[in-house]
T-cell receptor, first 108, second 115 residues
Framework: LAKTTQPISMDSYEGQEVNITCSHN???????ITWYQQFPSQGPRFIIQ???TKVTNEVASLFIPADRKSSTLSLPRVSLSDTAVYYC?????????FGKGTRLHILP | DAGVIQSPRHEVTEMGQEVTLRCKPI?????LFWYRQTMMRGLELLIY????????DSGMPEDRFSAKMPNASFSTLKIQPSEPRDSAVYFC?????????????FGPGTRLTVT
Protein backbone atom coordinates (compact mmCIF):
# COMPACT_ATOMS: atom_id res chain seq x y z
CA LEU A 1 0.00 0.00 0.00
CA ALA A 2 1.48 3.34 -1.07
CA LYS A 3 2.43 5.65 1.81
CA THR A 4 1.55 9.31 1.42
CA THR A 5 3.30 12.34 2.87
CA GLN A 6 1.69 15.76 2.99
CA PRO A 7 2.29 18.88 5.08
CA ILE A 8 0.74 18.83 8.51
CA SER A 9 -0.62 22.35 8.19
CA MET A 10 -0.76 25.35 5.86
CA ASP A 11 -1.97 28.93 6.14
CA SER A 12 -3.22 31.11 3.30
CA TYR A 13 -5.31 34.19 2.73
CA GLU A 14 -8.72 34.68 1.23
CA GLY A 15 -8.67 35.06 -2.53
CA GLN A 16 -5.36 33.23 -2.96
CA GLU A 17 -4.77 30.01 -4.86
CA VAL A 18 -3.71 27.21 -2.54
CA ASN A 19 -1.64 24.23 -3.65
CA ILE A 20 -1.26 21.22 -1.39
CA THR A 21 1.31 18.67 -2.49
CA CYS A 22 1.28 15.02 -1.55
CA SER A 23 4.18 12.68 -2.17
CA HIS A 24 3.63 8.98 -2.81
CA ASN A 25 6.95 7.57 -4.00
CA UNK A 26 5.90 3.92 -4.05
CA UNK A 27 2.62 4.37 -5.91
CA UNK A 28 1.62 1.21 -7.81
CA UNK A 29 0.52 0.98 -11.40
CA UNK A 30 -3.14 0.42 -10.54
CA UNK A 31 -3.35 3.07 -7.80
CA UNK A 32 -5.61 6.09 -8.10
CA ILE A 33 -5.06 9.36 -6.22
CA THR A 34 -8.02 10.70 -4.29
CA TRP A 35 -8.50 13.81 -2.17
CA TYR A 36 -11.07 14.35 0.57
CA GLN A 37 -11.96 17.44 2.59
CA GLN A 38 -13.15 17.36 6.19
CA PHE A 39 -14.73 20.26 8.06
CA PRO A 40 -14.85 20.24 11.87
CA SER A 41 -17.58 17.99 13.27
CA GLN A 42 -18.39 16.56 9.84
CA GLY A 43 -17.46 13.47 7.88
CA PRO A 44 -14.95 13.71 5.01
CA ARG A 45 -16.22 14.79 1.62
CA PHE A 46 -14.84 13.60 -1.71
CA ILE A 47 -13.18 16.38 -3.70
CA ILE A 48 -11.43 14.89 -6.70
CA GLN A 49 -9.76 11.78 -8.06
CA UNK A 50 -7.23 11.18 -10.79
CA UNK A 51 -4.80 8.72 -12.30
CA UNK A 52 -2.45 10.88 -14.37
CA THR A 53 -1.99 14.37 -15.88
CA LYS A 54 -4.64 16.87 -14.84
CA VAL A 55 -8.19 16.58 -13.59
CA THR A 56 -10.46 19.55 -12.96
CA ASN A 57 -13.93 19.87 -11.50
CA GLU A 58 -16.01 22.71 -10.12
CA VAL A 59 -14.18 22.63 -6.80
CA ALA A 60 -10.51 21.92 -7.48
CA SER A 61 -7.82 20.77 -9.87
CA LEU A 62 -5.50 17.83 -9.42
CA PHE A 63 -2.10 17.84 -11.08
CA ILE A 64 -0.21 14.57 -11.41
CA PRO A 65 3.25 14.50 -13.05
CA ALA A 66 4.26 11.76 -15.42
CA ASP A 67 6.10 9.71 -12.79
CA ARG A 68 3.02 9.89 -10.50
CA LYS A 69 5.23 10.03 -7.41
CA SER A 70 3.47 13.14 -6.22
CA SER A 71 0.26 15.05 -6.79
CA THR A 72 -0.90 18.60 -6.14
CA LEU A 73 -4.38 19.65 -5.15
CA SER A 74 -5.09 23.19 -6.29
CA LEU A 75 -7.88 25.26 -4.76
CA PRO A 76 -8.56 28.47 -6.71
CA ARG A 77 -9.39 31.70 -4.85
CA VAL A 78 -9.98 30.21 -1.42
CA SER A 79 -12.42 31.65 1.09
CA LEU A 80 -12.68 31.34 4.85
CA SER A 81 -15.05 28.41 4.36
CA ASP A 82 -12.25 26.38 2.78
CA THR A 83 -10.63 26.03 6.21
CA ALA A 84 -10.58 22.27 6.69
CA VAL A 85 -8.40 19.18 6.75
CA TYR A 86 -7.46 17.82 3.32
CA TYR A 87 -6.56 14.16 2.91
CA CYS A 88 -4.54 12.64 0.08
CA UNK A 89 -5.20 8.94 -0.47
CA UNK A 90 -3.51 6.54 -2.80
CA UNK A 91 -4.71 3.04 -3.46
CA UNK A 92 -6.39 0.62 -5.76
CA UNK A 93 -9.84 -0.82 -5.67
CA UNK A 94 -9.92 -2.57 -2.33
CA UNK A 95 -7.53 -0.66 -0.14
CA UNK A 96 -7.04 2.98 0.73
CA UNK A 97 -5.79 4.59 3.91
CA PHE A 98 -6.59 8.02 5.31
CA GLY A 99 -3.43 9.65 6.71
CA LYS A 100 -3.35 12.60 9.10
CA GLY A 101 -4.10 15.08 6.32
CA THR A 102 -3.16 18.74 5.89
CA ARG A 103 -4.88 21.24 8.13
CA LEU A 104 -5.53 24.29 5.92
CA HIS A 105 -6.28 27.54 7.68
CA ILE A 106 -7.56 30.44 5.59
CA LEU A 107 -7.00 33.90 7.03
CA PRO A 108 -9.02 37.03 6.21
CA ASP B 1 -31.55 12.40 -1.09
CA ALA B 2 -31.07 12.42 2.67
CA GLY B 3 -27.49 11.22 2.52
CA VAL B 4 -26.04 8.69 4.92
CA ILE B 5 -27.96 8.67 8.19
CA GLN B 6 -26.34 7.74 11.48
CA SER B 7 -27.85 7.39 14.92
CA PRO B 8 -27.41 8.35 17.61
CA ARG B 9 -25.38 11.49 16.95
CA HIS B 10 -24.00 11.46 20.48
CA GLU B 11 -23.70 8.60 22.94
CA VAL B 12 -22.37 8.71 26.47
CA THR B 13 -22.10 5.42 28.29
CA GLU B 14 -20.28 3.82 31.18
CA MET B 15 -17.47 1.36 30.82
CA GLY B 16 -18.76 -2.18 30.43
CA GLN B 17 -22.03 -1.24 28.77
CA GLU B 18 -23.05 -2.37 25.32
CA VAL B 19 -23.16 0.30 22.62
CA THR B 20 -24.92 -0.02 19.26
CA LEU B 21 -24.36 2.46 16.47
CA ARG B 22 -26.68 2.51 13.48
CA CYS B 23 -26.29 3.50 9.85
CA LYS B 24 -28.60 3.85 6.89
CA PRO B 25 -26.62 4.14 3.63
CA ILE B 26 -27.70 6.07 0.58
CA UNK B 27 -30.32 4.12 -1.35
CA UNK B 28 -28.80 2.18 -4.21
CA UNK B 29 -25.27 2.19 -2.81
CA UNK B 30 -23.69 -1.25 -2.72
CA UNK B 31 -20.76 -0.65 -0.39
CA LEU B 32 -20.78 0.42 3.25
CA PHE B 33 -17.86 1.39 5.45
CA TRP B 34 -17.41 1.94 9.19
CA TYR B 35 -14.60 4.25 10.31
CA ARG B 36 -13.33 5.46 13.68
CA GLN B 37 -11.63 8.83 14.13
CA THR B 38 -9.51 9.97 17.07
CA MET B 39 -6.95 12.71 17.44
CA MET B 40 -4.19 10.21 18.06
CA ARG B 41 -4.89 7.68 15.33
CA GLY B 42 -6.73 9.73 12.74
CA LEU B 43 -9.38 8.12 10.54
CA GLU B 44 -9.23 4.32 10.56
CA LEU B 45 -11.29 1.90 8.50
CA LEU B 46 -12.90 -0.70 10.74
CA ILE B 47 -14.90 -2.81 8.29
CA TYR B 48 -16.18 -2.68 4.74
CA UNK B 49 -19.25 -4.44 3.29
CA UNK B 50 -20.13 -5.00 -0.33
CA UNK B 51 -23.65 -6.19 -1.16
CA UNK B 52 -24.21 -6.77 2.58
CA UNK B 53 -21.22 -9.14 2.82
CA UNK B 54 -18.19 -8.19 4.96
CA UNK B 55 -15.20 -7.91 2.63
CA UNK B 56 -12.49 -6.54 4.89
CA ASP B 57 -12.73 -6.52 8.69
CA SER B 58 -9.00 -6.35 9.34
CA GLY B 59 -9.46 -2.97 11.02
CA MET B 60 -11.84 -4.20 13.69
CA PRO B 61 -9.85 -3.71 16.91
CA GLU B 62 -10.81 -6.86 18.77
CA ASP B 63 -13.60 -9.25 19.58
CA ARG B 64 -15.48 -6.60 21.48
CA PHE B 65 -16.39 -5.01 18.16
CA SER B 66 -18.88 -6.55 15.75
CA ALA B 67 -20.69 -5.24 12.69
CA LYS B 68 -23.67 -6.51 10.78
CA MET B 69 -25.51 -5.58 7.63
CA PRO B 70 -28.76 -7.55 7.57
CA ASN B 71 -30.01 -5.77 4.46
CA ALA B 72 -28.99 -3.13 1.95
CA SER B 73 -30.47 -0.26 3.93
CA PHE B 74 -29.19 -0.87 7.44
CA SER B 75 -26.00 -1.63 9.32
CA THR B 76 -24.98 -1.74 12.96
CA LEU B 77 -21.66 -1.49 14.77
CA LYS B 78 -21.75 -2.96 18.26
CA ILE B 79 -19.22 -2.64 21.05
CA GLN B 80 -19.60 -5.02 23.96
CA PRO B 81 -18.29 -4.37 26.54
CA SER B 82 -17.30 -0.76 25.91
CA GLU B 83 -14.07 0.72 27.30
CA PRO B 84 -12.89 4.33 27.72
CA ARG B 85 -10.37 3.86 24.89
CA ASP B 86 -13.30 3.30 22.52
CA SER B 87 -14.21 6.98 22.84
CA ALA B 88 -14.08 8.41 19.34
CA VAL B 89 -16.22 9.64 16.47
CA TYR B 90 -17.56 6.76 14.43
CA PHE B 91 -18.40 7.43 10.79
CA CYS B 92 -20.41 5.36 8.38
CA UNK B 93 -19.93 5.87 4.66
CA UNK B 94 -21.46 4.37 1.56
CA UNK B 95 -20.40 4.08 -2.05
CA UNK B 96 -22.14 3.28 -5.30
CA UNK B 97 -19.45 0.90 -6.52
CA UNK B 98 -17.49 -1.91 -4.90
CA UNK B 99 -14.06 -1.16 -3.55
CA UNK B 100 -12.63 1.53 -1.33
CA UNK B 101 -11.24 3.75 -4.08
CA UNK B 102 -14.59 4.95 -5.36
CA UNK B 103 -16.21 8.09 -4.04
CA UNK B 104 -17.46 7.53 -0.52
CA UNK B 105 -20.28 9.53 1.03
CA PHE B 106 -19.87 9.97 4.76
CA GLY B 107 -22.53 10.39 7.40
CA PRO B 108 -22.39 13.02 10.16
CA GLY B 109 -20.83 10.60 12.61
CA THR B 110 -21.62 9.37 16.11
CA ARG B 111 -19.56 10.86 18.92
CA LEU B 112 -19.09 8.12 21.52
CA THR B 113 -17.88 8.88 25.01
CA VAL B 114 -17.20 5.98 27.37
CA THR B 115 -16.65 7.02 30.97
Amino acid sequence: LAKTTQPISMDSYEGQEVNITCSHNNIATNDYITWYQQFPSQGPRFIIQGYKTKVTNEVASLFIPADRKSSTLSLPRVSLSDTAVYYCLVGERDKIIFGKGTRLHILP
Amino acid sequence: DAGVIQSPRHEVTEMGQEVTLRCKPISGHNSLFWYRQTMMRGLELLIYFNNNVPIDDSGMPEDRFSAKMPNASFSTLKIQPSEPRDSAVYFCASSLAPGQSYEQYFGPGTRLTVT
